[in-house]
């Protein structure tokens, strides 16, 4: 069982950063494949971005690339997502995801996670 906890989100006007915390307990943290994605009004759940249990392998969605930056400190259970120059069309609630183990092939399906934070609200004004 793993539960997750997201922190850092606010209120940003376009081109300022933010980072988003996701803390996990339980113990298996560190073998967990983690995952961002994010949910605007009237849209879908979409991916944003994965990193593998180890951080050696991380994936982002084209709409984030060279925008954003997922890392891991596994010694701290916690997971980051640092967001850079960010963009009206970047607000939405943010969700932390665990998978049920360090499976990748498909990091990038909502589907695949069981376990999901509560979301943090990330609104850019232009």
């Known amino acids: 069982q793993v539960q997750l906890v997201e922190s850092g989100g606010g209120l940003v006007q376009a081109g300022d950063s933010l980072r988003l915390s996701c803390v996990a307990s339980g113990r298996t943290f560190s073998r967990n494949t983690m995952g961002w994605f994010r949910q605007a009004p009237g849209k879908e759940r979409e991916f944003v971005a994965a990193?593998?249990?180890?951080?050696?392998?991380?994936d982002y969605a084209d709409s984030v690339k060279g925008r954003f930056s997922i890392s891991r400190v596994n010694v701290k259970n916690t997971v980051y997502l640092q967001m850079n120059s960010l963009k009206p069309e970047d607000t939405a609630v943010y969700y932390c995801?665990?998978?049920?183990?360090?499976?990748?092939?498909?990091?990038?399906?909502?589907?695949?996670?069981?376990?999901w934070g509560q979301g943090t609200q990330v609104t850019v004004s232009s």
């Open positions: 995801a665990a998978l049920d183990g360090s499976r990748w092939l498909f990091r990038r399906r909502p589907d695949e996670y069981v376990y």
């Open positions: 990193i593998s249990a180890s951080g050696g392998n991380t």
